[in-house]
């Protein structure tokens, strides 16, 4: 069987028509192109406006202040702080209702004569253990579900004190951006008028052509051995 070589050419393309379009774009851009000039766009009064805006509520200490007294609040309650008699409210109301119970006893037995007696010190103690048995038992269980509900507002609390570091993040990154984008303006705006010349650059290159070349050697010995097979 014959077979073929293959052999690759490298032909240089003169395309005249294609460098003589290159050369007036080229002269084009030039006169275009101004040494100094940038591409960049400073923002405008709004957009730095906003920034401010944006910095300055981030940073407004009454909203952080109230974010560290409520985490500080509810995660005292949270760990426990307030439960039962510890909670401050009903410390104070308890306090009232015994005043007012040693009051009301002792005003009794003030005006029978008896102020201080054995009968007067019991029914002291039976009126404040009647007045306070069942509303510390109360307020025990209701302060588990204060804590449960304390500990469940502490994410939503966590989430809302990081609002301020999180604008200013943002408001900085864009504040980056801008700075980069102002460093950068020269060699971007040299860019965009080199553009049109870099798609066209190698329009007037080289060629590559692969041809396929009998070799006449093989040719022949292929040939014998036909003519062999046929005697």
């Known amino acids: ?22 050369t007036k774009v080229a002269t084009g851009l030039g006169d275009l192109y101004q040494p100094g000039s ?13 920034w401010a805006k944006s910095l300055e509520a981030a940073n407004n200490p009454e909203f952080s202040g ?3 007294g409520a985490i500080g609040s509810y995660g005292n309650r949270a760990a426990g702080g307030e439960l039962g ?10 306090e009232r209702l ?11 037995f003030n ?27 109360q307020q025990r269980t209701e302060s588990y579900g204060r804590q449960a509900e304390a500990a469940n507002l502490l994410p939503q609390l966590f989430s809302g004190a990081q609002l301020p ?8 990154a864009s504040m980056d951006a801008d700075k980069a984008a102002m460093a950068n303006g020269k060699i971007d705006y040299l860019n965009r008028i080199l553009a049109p010349l870099t798609g066209a650059s190698g329009a007037a290159g080289t060629a590559q052509t692969t041809t396929n070349t009998p070799d006449p050697w093989r040719l022949l010995l292929g040939g014998g051995l036909g003519l062999a097979g046929l005697l």
């Open 1 to 22: 069987m014959a077979s073929e070589d293959t052999q690759t050419t490298t032909s240089g393309v003169n395309n005249a028509a294609l460098n003589k379009t290159l």
């Open 38 to 50: 940038s591409s960049y766009v400073a923002p405008g009064a709004t957009t730095t406006g906003g």
């Open 66 to 68: 109230g974010m560290a």
């Open 85 to 94: 008699i510890n909670d401050p409210l009903y410390a104070a109301q308890r």
């Open 98 to 108: 015994i005043n007012d119970v040693g009051t009301n006893v002792n005003s009794a």
């Open 111 to 137: 005006n029978s004569g008896l102020f201080g007696s054995d009968s007067n010190v019991q029914s002291y103690s039976r009126g404040l253990g009647e007045a306070l048995g069942g509303l510390d038992l």
């Open 165 to 172: 570091s999180s604008i200013q993040q943002s408001v900085g």
